[in-house]
């Protein structure tokens, strides 16, 4: 049995206290808005308000247990409050009948109604959906323990999803300990490692710059952007393309263990190159870094990057008049620490056993999302 979202839950909005009276904002009182959610439970907020606060505006205090759906800007959110809080415009709150709809299986229900949601939003600047939308949702509607039984079952579903993706970011932090241990903080060089220019380490220069003018499509080719480059790997979901004539295949083709840096955007992001795709190349936003394999390797250099990067290590080197850049000039002149080779390649070893690890989990992961994609649609279907 189906039975309409209105029928069944009360809807309160949300408000904004004035943000010209500083002192609303001085209180004890959760006030969440939507990138306060990020889990199936809301216990902690960002900001926190007074009781005038809530007398002068339209922010409404619910009770632990009210399900939450925002319903503007990041649409399709959903959790339940796990404490009483406040609540942004952007939000609205669901208070099942307890007689009728168990919060949590509506919770679960309403994760499921994302891509609806997106697809029924309305607005020229900011999107959103209406309260009248949000009634006429149809809920399957089984009796009570049967509600309670689904909506156990995909919370442990999802509580294992959790540990999943906690134990994933746990693995992400190992590699930068081990080079710690190794090498320690590059920007101190405590190991008193000899310091050379990066440019008498690796081969670096800028690669081919885009002229559409002169783009004919008769040796086009697909090359890589700033935008492709992330720390320690490439997003190729989107890959565009450009004429290379046989000069410029020479000079900018991409071989495997070539070091991408990023030029601009957030300078000195780099990512080695394994050759994901057969024949690529690389856009003028980007330095191509190809290491003396006899003085350094590119496992060891792109986690350099990393630190100096995210330890002010960069900052001499960066020029920031407008748009921060990492010059071809400047990045070979950057004088670095020169770690032995063995200890480097000993570093290596420990980030390729690292990366197994990790892509065990992420495969864990796949397959758990994957069952819980599975549980969601059989669950609201009679079949769980």
């Given at each position: 049995m189906n039975v309409a979202l209105g029928h069944l839950c009360t809807?309160?909005?949300?408000?904004?206290?004035?943000?010209?009276?500083?002192?609303?904002?001085?209180?004890?009182?959760?006030?969440?808005?939507?990138?306060?959610?990020?889990?199936?439970?809301?216990?902690?907020?960002?900001?926190?308000?007074?009781?005038?606060?809530?007398?002068?505006?339209?922010?409404?205090?619910?009770?632990?247990?009210?399900?939450?759906?925002v319903t503007r800007t990041s649409i399709g959110k959903v959790a339940m409050a796990g404490v009483p809080l406040c609540f942004?415009?952007?939000?609205?709150?669901?208070?099942?009948?307890?007689q009728k709809l168990d919060a949590g299986y509506l919770v679960q229900f309403l994760r499921t109604k994302t891509p609806a949601f997106e697809r029924l939003a309305r607005g020229a600047t900011i999107k959103g959906i209406t309260r009248e939308v949000i009634a006429d949702i149809p809920v399957p509607l089984p009796i009570l323990p049967e509600?309670?039984?689904?909506?156990?079952?995909l919370d442990r579903a999802e509580a294992l999803r959790a540990k999943r993706r906690a134990a994933l970011a746990q693995i992400d932090t190992l590699t930068q300990s081990i080079f710690?241990?190794?090498?320690?903080?590059?920007?101190?060089?405590?190991?008193?490692?000899?310091?050379?220019?990066?440019?008498?380490?690796?081969?670096?220069?800028?690669?081919?710059?885009?002229?559409?003018?002169?783009?004919?499509?008769?040796?086009?080719?697909?090359?890589?952007?700033?935008a492709n480059v992330q720390w320690f790997h490439f997003d190729l979901t989107t890959i565009f393309e450009m004429d290379f004539d046989a000069s410029a295949r020479e000079e900018f083709r991409l071989k495997n263990g070539d070091l991408l840096i990023c030029e601009g955007g957030e300078p000195g992001r780099a990512a080695i190159w394994r050759g994901q795709v057969a024949e690529c190349y690389y856009q003028k936003a980007l330095h191509r870094a190809r290491p003396n394999r006899t003085l350094a390797n590119p496992e060891y250099l792109a986690w350099l990057l990393f630190f100096l990067s995210n330890m002010g290590g960069l900052g001499d080197h960066v020029t920031s008049a407008t748009i921060a850049h990492l010059t071809g000039?400047?990045?070979?002149?950057?004088?670095?620490?020169?770690?032995?080779?063995p200890l480097q390649r000993e570093f290596a070893r420990m980030v390729a056993a690292v990366e197994k690890l990790k892509a065990a989990h992420r495969a864990s992961l796949s397959e758990m999302d994957a069952l819980f994609g599975s549980l969601q649609h059989r669950a609201f279907r009679g079949e769980l």
């Open positions: 809807f309160l909005n949300g408000g904004t206290p004035s943000k010209s009276v500083p002192r609303y904002f001085d209180g004890s009182i959760p006030w969440i808005t939507g990138a306060d959610i990020v889990g199936p439970t809301v216990e902690s907020a960002r900001s926190f308000i007074t009781e005038e606060a809530i007398k002068n505006s339209a922010t409404n205090r619910v009770p632990a247990g009210t399900v939450l759906l942004s415009q952007d939000i609205t709150a669901l208070m099942p009948d307890p509600q309670r039984r689904i909506a156990e079952i710690l241990r190794l090498f320690g903080d590059p920007t101190m060089n405590p190991q008193r490692w000899p310091m050379l220019p990066f440019g008498e380490v690796c081969e670096s220069r800028l690669g081919k710059m885009l002229d559409q003018k002169q783009q004919t499509g008769k040796h086009s080719r697909p090359y890589l952007r700033n000039e400047r990045l070979k002149a950057m004088r670095i620490p020169l770690p032995p080779l």
